[in-house]
């Protein structure tokens, strides 16, 4: 299990775009013309709140997420974080 | 947070916007090569105008189409081929195009390296002069391999594509090779009975010993190489390939083509896979979005003959266009089917009544050094979906 991502300020990277789908979202990144899919149409609320929260877990919650599916979404978040699609916010 | 559904499905449902949209924005053409998807050689009056064709990109911006595989014909002797290219990507729509080379100098090269939203894909069907010539035209090779050189000169990674043939599969090591040299990505992609491949295709397609060796070789090579949603007809041997894994026909893939018809597929340019017009009412997301050719396509669909083959989940009866135009029934198995079942049924098929595409471009009496492998019939091949458009990361 990586490490929380949970306590860290996010944002989507510039070169990604996100298209909402029915499923949850399509992400395009232009700097690695990779496209990823984000399953679930809370993690694209989760990934949306980020610009405007301090941290991941803030996102989380003002997305609705309940505590115990926080695990999920942190494991969730270090993965898109990993393969660049998230990045840390500068504080 | 796993969905009740595999990914897959949702494609198969269809999605908001094309994720795989093909552009073709011209039928002229340099060239004639033999098995053109598109029947391509003359600009057709019709095609869209400058202020027309930034329209449709305005719409793709909109729609979040991400990017789109620009082609023909040869786009670039479009006199605003690069004007449109900038319009596009600075307006958020990524391109990849595809080209046989023709325009492809060291300023062009240079241009290219400098976007950093575009992509751009050469076109060859040999690794040497004399396979490649004998399908594309006298000197085909050659243009190809001297915009390679300039591309490589002005740091840029261009794909090398290769529509795989009876006559190029023994070349596959020396493709890579190639690409190597340029520093480009291989991508291989499938001879489909499309445009004038319908012609060639008898000759031309791989037997069923290359399929098996071309599946092995994709196996063992294909993590760098690009086949987009080529060969997952081949997953019937066992392992699925990296890729798109079933027709996204008219569910995450379609043709705009020069005129502005939208189809289900580059491949499947036909009246029965016509699905409206970008300058009708409502543009292209009404099209994609309403039409009934589309809501259909988006429908589950019956296995019919395939059903009942073990291999079905991976093959999904393989690919709607290699089928219709071989005159074989859409529900059934491709023609390339690996169980044998599609030979069989070819064997049923009545010499001359698969359908025809009824939009031909083609030059009157062909190009000077055009192809001569098929005396009779004359013109040029390309690429439809990029990629793997799929990547196969994939979150919760
Ligand atoms: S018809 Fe064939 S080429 Fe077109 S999307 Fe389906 S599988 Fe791909
Ligand atoms: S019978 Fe149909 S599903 Fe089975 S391998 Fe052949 S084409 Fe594919």
């Known amino acids: 299990m990586p490490d929380s991502v949970l306590h860290r300020p996010l944002e989507l990277s510039p070169d990604v775009s996100v298209r909402p789908e029915p499923f949850g979202a399509l992400l395009y990144s232009f700097g690695t013309r990779r496209l990823s899919f984000l399953k679930d149409r809370r993690l694209l609320d989760v990934v949306q709140a980020l610009a405007t929260s301090d941290t991941a877990q803030q996102a989380c919650a003002s997305a609705g997420v309940a505590p115990e599916s926080l695990p999920a979404f942190d494991a969730a978040l270090s993965r898109l974080l990993r393969t660049g699609l998230l990045v840390e916010r500068a504080a | 947070m796993t969905t009740a559904v595999p990914l897959v499905e949702h494609f198969a449902l269809g999605l908001d916007a094309p994720i795989c949209l093909t552009w073709e924005l011209t039928y002229a053409c340099n060239l004639a090569c033999a098995h053109c998807l598109s029947s391509s050689g003359r600009r057709d009056p019709?095609?869209?105008?400058?202020?027309?064709?930034?329209?449709?990109?305005?719409?793709?911006?909109?729609?979040?189409?991400?990017?789109?595989?620009?082609?023909?014909?040869?786009?670039?002797?479009?006199?605003?081929?690069?004007?449109?290219?900038?319009?596009?990507?600075?307006?958020?729509?990524?391109?990849?195009?595809?080209?046989?080379?023709?325009?492809?100098?060291?300023?062009?090269?240079?241009?290219?390296?400098?976007?950093?939203?575009?992509?751009?894909?050469?076109?060859?069907?040999?690794?040497?002069a004399d396979v490649n010539d004998a399908v594309r035209g006298v000197g085909s090779y050659d243009t190809a391999v001297r915009a390679l050189g300039h591309l490589h000169d002005a740091g840029v990674r261009p794909k090398l594509s290769v529509v795989c043939t009876r006559q190029n599969l023994g070349q596959l090591d020396e493709f890579k090779a190639l690409a190597d040299r340029y520093g480009a990505q291989l991508r291989l992609t499938r001879l489909r009975p499309s445009g004038r491949g319908a012609d060639v295709w008898d000759?031309?397609?791989?037997?069923?010993?290359?399929?098996?060796?071309?599946?092995?070789?994709?196996?063992?090579?294909?993590?760098?190489?690009?086949?987009?949603?080529?060969?997952?007809?081949?997953?019937?041997?066992g392992e699925s390939l990296p890729g798109l894994n079933l027709c996204g026909a008219?569910?995450?893939?379609?043709?705009?083509?020069?005129?502005?018809?939208?189809?289900?597929?580059?491949?499947?340019?036909?009246?029965?896979?016509?699905?409206?017009?970008?300058?009708?009412?409502?543009?292209?997301?009404?099209?994609?979005?309403?039409?009934?050719?589309?809501?259909?396509?988006?429908e589950p669909q019956s296995g019919g003959a395939c059903a009942s083959c073990d291999a079905y989940d991976a093959c999904r009866g393989g690919c709607m266009a290699a089928k219709f135009f071989t005159g074989l029934p859409l529900d059934g198995p491709d023609p390339e089917c690996v169980k044998g079942f599609g030979e069989l049924a070819l064997s049923k098929v009545e010499p001359g009544t698969a359908p025809r595409t009824t939009v031909d471009h083609s030059h009157k009496g062909g190009v000077?050094?055009?192809?001569?492998?098929?005396?009779?019939?004359?013109?040029?091949?390309?690429?439809?979906?990029?990629?793997?458009?799929?990547?196969?990361?994939?979150?919760?």
């Open chain 2, 46 to 128: 019709r095609e869209l105008s400058t202020d027309e064709c930034k329209a449709v990109i305005d719409e793709l911006q909109r729609m979040q189409v991400f990017y789109v595989n620009i082609g023909g014909g040869e786009p670039t002797v479009r006199s605003d081929f690069w004007e449109l290219l900038d319009y596009a990507t600075s307006h958020d729509v990524g391109v990849k195009f595809s080209t046989n080379g023709i325009k492809v100098d060291a300023e062009a090269a240079r241009r290219i390296a400098a976007n950093s939203y575009v992509d751009i894909q050469i076109s060859l069907d040999g690794a040497t």
């Open chain 2, 203 to 237: 000759e031309l397609h791989p037997t069923a010993d290359q399929q098996r060796e071309l599946y092995d070789w994709l196996v063992a090579n294909g993590e760098d190489v690009l086949t987009g949603d080529s060969f997952f007809h081949l997953a019937a041997y």
């Open chain 2, 250 to 298: 008219g569910r995450v893939v379609c043709l705009i083509d020069p005129v502005g018809d939208v189809y289900a597929c580059p491949f499947a340019i036909a009246d029965q896979f016509h699905a409206g017009n970008v300058r009708s009412e409502g543009g292209f997301a009404k099209v994609w979005r309403e039409s009934p050719l589309f809501l259909e396509l988006r």
């Open chain 2, 368 to 396: 000077r050094g055009g192809p001569v492998l098929v005396p009779l019939s004359l013109r040029r091949p390309d690429k439809p979906c990029d990629e793997s458009p799929v990547s196969r990361e994939v979150f919760a």
